[in-house]
C-alpha cells in the first residue's frame, strides 16, 4: 500500500511513467596484505530511489530513510517537477513472477567469519609457498554481499528478487632482478559460499603465481600486424569492449555508439553472434528481474554477424518506440538505471580450439586479457595483454610480455574467421556513468585474421 501510495503522488502532476527501487544490502570484504588481515568491512544499506519519467526525461530522488512521510515528501517533490497537468491516481499493484528462478546451497550471510579468514590465509600460504622468494606481493580479498530489491511501478507490476554475490580476488607480484610482473585472477558470481566447493581458491592463488613467474623469463612481445587467436580462458574482455557498450540503447540512441543506426546491417563475421543473457545460473550478471522490474531474459544483440537489437531499459526504449530488455540496472538506490550489459558473449562455433592455433602459422596467442578501454564513438579499443604466447608453426611457442591489442571494433569483428566450440567466462565490475554493476562476459577460442599487437618493433 506505501508503495502504491508513492507511485500515486508522484505522478498527482503528470509523467509518462514512475517506479520505486527499495534496496536492502549486507556486504562483507575481507583483504589480506603481507599476509596479515588489513580490513575486514561489513554492514547494511538502505533505502529507496523514486523516479519519474516524463516527455523522455528524468526526474529522480533517492532516500536511506524509509518511513512513509520521507518517501511520500520526495515523491511530492518530483511531482512539482513535472508539473505537466493532473496525473492518474488509479493504480494496483500486482506481484510479477521471474522467468528463471535460482538456488543457493550455502549462503555465505550465515558462515562464520573464522572460515572466511581461512580461504585468504589458505590461499597466501600456498602462493608464497610455490613462488618462494620470487613473490614479493600476494593480495587477497574475499567478498560476499546479500541483496534483496523489491520495485514497484505505475504499470502495476511489483518485482521482487534476491541476490546472493559471493567473489574471490588474488593478484600476485613477482621480481626477478629488474623485471617485476602480476598474475591476476578471479572467481565468483551469483553464487553462495558453495563456490568454493566447486572450485578451490588455493587453485586460482596458483595459477595467478604461475602466470607471473611465467612472465618473469618471457621476452618482449613483437609489434606489428599479425593474427592473433584469443583462448577462451581469456574471457570476454574484448567483446566487452569492442562491441557490448555500442549496443546500449543509450549511447547507440544519441549517436555515440560507432553501431547507431546499423539495425539490421552486417557488424561483425557471419561466424560471429552476441548475445546477452542474464538468465544463466551462477553467472556474476544473473538476476531475476533487472533494477526497473523487468524479467531477465537473454537477448540476441547479433545473429550470424547481423546486428538484431540493442540493450533497452524503460526510458530508451520509450524514446526508440521499443521494449526493455531487461537490462535497465544500477549500482544502488542512490543511482538513476541505464541500460547496462549483463553476461554478454560470443556464441561458440564449429572449430576445435586446438584446430585454431595448428591452422595459424604465425601470430599471438592470448591465454589472459589485462585492462581494456573503449571509445563507444569510433570503436576505436585498447587492451593490455596479462598472459600471451607466441605462435610458431601452429604450435604454441615461448611466453611474451608487454603486448597490447589496438583496433576499431567492427573491423576486429569483421575479421574473426575462426570460433572455437568452447566457452571461458571472466568477472568483473563494469563501470558507466560513476556507476558499477557485476557483469561477466566470455568468448570462445577466437582467431582475428590481422590485428595490431603493441610491442617491441
Avoid at 528524468?58 to 518511513?67: H, I, V
Avoid at 523487468?294 to 526508440?320: N, Q
Wanted: glycine share 12%.
Amino acid at each position: 500500500m506505501l508503495l502504491e501510495k508513492v507511485l500515486r503522488k508522484a505522478l498527482c502532476r503528470g509523467g509518462d511513467y514512475a517506479d520505486v527501487f527499495v534496496e536492502w544490502k549486507r556486504p562483507t570484504t575481507l583483504q589480506m596484505e603481507e599476509g596479515r588481515i588489513e580490513k575486514v568491512l561489513t554492514g547494511v544499506e538502505q533505502g529507496a530511489g523514486i523516479r519519474v519519467l516524463f516527455d523522455g526525461k528524468t526526474a529522480f530522488a533517492f532516500s536511506n530513510d524509509l518511513r512513509e512521510e520521507t518517501l511520500l515528501l520526495a515523491a511530492r517533490g518530483l511531482s512539482v517537477a513535472v508539473a505537466r497537468g493532473k496525473g492518474a491516481p488509479g493504480l494496483s499493484l500486482m506481484t510479477q513472477r521471474p522467468a528463471v528462478d535460482f538456488t543457493f546451497r550455502e549462503r555465505p550471510d550465515a558462515v562464520a567469519l573464522p572460515r572466511k579468514v581461512s580461504l585468504l590465509r589458505e590461499a597466501d600460504h600456498a602462493a608464497r609457498a610455490l613462488g618462494g622468494e620470487k613473490v614479493r606481493q600476494v593480495s587477497l580479498v574475499y567478498r560476499d554481499s546479500v541483496q534483496r530489491v523489491q520495485v514497484a511501478t505505475s504499470e502495476g507490476a511489483l518485482a521482487e528478487d534476491e541476490r546472493i554475490h559471493t567473489i574471490s580476488l588474488v593478484n600476485v607480484v613477482a621480481q626477478e632482478k629488474d623485471v617485476v610482473q602480476t598474475g591476476y585472477e578471479t572467481m565468483g558470481g551469483l553464487v553462495g559460499f558453495e563456490l568454493f566447493a566447486e572450485e578451490s581458491f588455493v587453485q586460482a592463488a596458483l595459477r595467478a603465481v604461475r602466470r607471473a613467474l611465467a612472465m618473469l623469463t618471457a621476452r618482449r612481445a613483437p609489434g606489428g600486424r599479425m593474427p592473433v587467436v584469443i583462448s577462451s580462458e581469456a574471457g570476454g574482455t574484448m567483446i566487452h569492449e569492442a562491441i557490448g557498450h555500442g549496443l546500449e540503447a543509450d549511447l547507440a540512441g544519441q549517436g555515440l555508439s560507432k553501431f547507431s543506426g546499423l539495425l539490421g546491417r552486417q557488424v561483425a563475421s557471419p561466424l560471429v553472434t552476441v548475445i546477452d543473457d542474464a538468465t544463466l545460473p551462477g553467472k556474476r550478471g544473473s538476476f531475476r528481474f533487472d533494477d526497473e522490474g523487468t524479467p531477465s531474459a537473454r537477448t540476441v544483440l547479433v545473429k550470424d554477424g547481423v546486428l538484431r537489437t540493442y540493450m533497452f531499459d524503460k526510458l530508451s526504449a520509450m524514446r526508440e518506440g521499443a521494449q526493455s530488455t531487461g537490462n535497465g540496472r544500477r549500482e544502488s538506490y542512490r543511482h538513476r538505471p541505464i541500460p547496462r550489459m549483463t553476461n554478454t558473449f560470443i556464441a561458440p562455433g564449429a572449430s576445435e580450439p586446438e584446430d585454431i592455433v595448428r591452422s595459424t602459422a604465425r601470430g599471438l596467442l592470448v591465454k589472459r586479457m589485462g585492462g581494456g578501454q573503449v571509445n563507444t564513438v569510433t570503436g576505436e579499443f585498447v587492451f593490455d595483454v596479462q598472459e600471451g604466447y607466441l605462435i610458431e608453426n601452429g604450435a604454441q611457442g615461448e611466453a611474451v610480455r608487454g603486448a597490447t591489442l589496438t583496433g576499431n571494433g567492427p573491423d576486429v569483428l569483421m575479421n574473426i574467421d575462426m570460433v572455437g566450440s568452447d566457452l571461458g567466462f571472466a568477472i568483473g565490475t563494469c563501470g558507466k556513468d560513476a556507476q558499477g554493476v557485476p557483469v561477466s562476459d566470455a568468448m570462445p577460442t577466437v582467431r582475428i585474421a590481422e590485428m595490431v599487437v603493441g610491442g617491441e618493433v
